[in-house]
C-alpha cells in the first residue's frame, strides 16, 4: 500500500521562528490534507490541497503531486501552534502519516 | 464546526463486555467513517459508511461491527471488548466526492 512519511518527527521552536513540515508520498494520490491535534486531543482541518498552494493566516501548504510532497509552512509560530501535524492522503481512503510533534516555546 | 458529536466522550469497561460508540451528525452528509488513534500507529480506519445501511471495512476491521439505520448516526460495536481495543476513537464525515474529512472530538476507550 502507499507509504506516507512525514519529517521531522520533532520539532522545537523558539516564538516567532518560522518551520517547514514535510510529507511525502509513494504513489498517485486524489487528494492531500493538512490536520493539526491540539493537547486536547481534537484534530482540525488546515488545508484540503490535492496540488498547489494555499494559505490561511500564518499558516500555508504547498502540494507537488507529480513529485509526490507536500510542505507545511508556519511562520511567526505562536505558542497556540503547539501539536502534532499530520498529512494524509487519498488514493480511495485516507492514509495518515505519522505526525510532526511541534512544541513552541514562549 | 461539521456538527460531529461523539458519545461517550470516555468509557472504561472491562475485558469481555460489549461497547457501542456513537457518532451523531447533523448535517446529512453521506459519507462516515470510524477511525482509532494509538501511539505508532497514526490513525487507521476502521470502518465506513456510504449511506444508510452501507458500510465497508477499513484496515482495522477485526473485532468491530458498525451500524447506520439513519443517515446521522453511525454506531461502532465492540461486541467483546480486549485491552488491545484500548484507544482513543474519531468518527470523521466527509462533504463530499472529494472526501475532504472532518473529525468529531474523540472518544477515549479503556478496556481493562
Known amino acids: 500500500g502507499i507509504q506516507v512519511e512525514q519529517s521531522p518527527p520533532d520539532l522545537i521552536l523558539q516564538e516567532g521562528a518560522n518551520s517547514t513540515l514535510r510529507c511525502n508520498f509513494s504513489d498517485s494520490v486524489n487528494n492531500l490534507q493538512w490536520f493539526h491535534q491540539n493537547p486536547w486531543g481534537q484534530l482540525i482541518n488546515l488545508f484540503y490541497?490535492?496540488?498547489g498552494t494555499k494559505q490561511n493566516g500564518r499558516l500555508s501548504a504547498t502540494t507537488v503531486a507529480t513529485e509526490r510532497y507536500s510542505l507545511l509552512y508556519i511562520s511567526s509560530s505562536q505558542t497556540t501552534d503547539s501539536g502534532v501535524y499530520f498529512c494524509a492522503v487519498d488514493p480511495g481512503k485516507l492514509i495518515f502519516g505519522q505526525g510532526t510533534t511541534l512544541q513552541v516555546k514562549p | 464546526d461539521a456538527g460531529i458529536t461523539q458519545s461517550p466522550r470516555h468509557k472504561v469497561t472491562e475485558t469481555g463486555t460489549p461497547v457501542t460508540l456513537r457518532c451523531h451528525q447533523t448535517e446529512n452528509h453521506r459519507y462516515m467513517y470510524w477511525y482509532r488513534q494509538d501511539p505508532g500507529h497514526g490513525l487507521r480506519l476502521i470502518h465506513y459508511?456510504?449511506?444508510?445501511?452501507?458500510?465497508d471495512k477499513g484496515e482495522v476491521s477485526d473485532g468491530y461491527s458498525v451500524s447506520r439505520s439513519k443517515t446521522e448516526d453511525f454506531l461502532l460495536t465492540l461486541e467483546s471488548a480486549t485491552s488491545s481495543q484500548t484507544s482513543v476513537y474519531f468518527c470523521?464525515?466527509?462533504?463530499?466526492?472529494?472526501?475532504?474529512?472532518?473529525f468529531g472530538p474523540g472518544t477515549r476507550l479503556t478496556v481493562l
Open positions: 470523521a464525515i466527509s462533504l463530499g466526492e472529494n472526501n475532504e474529512q472532518f
Open positions: 490541497i490535492p496540488s
Open positions: 459508511s456510504y449511506g444508510v445501511k452501507d458500510t
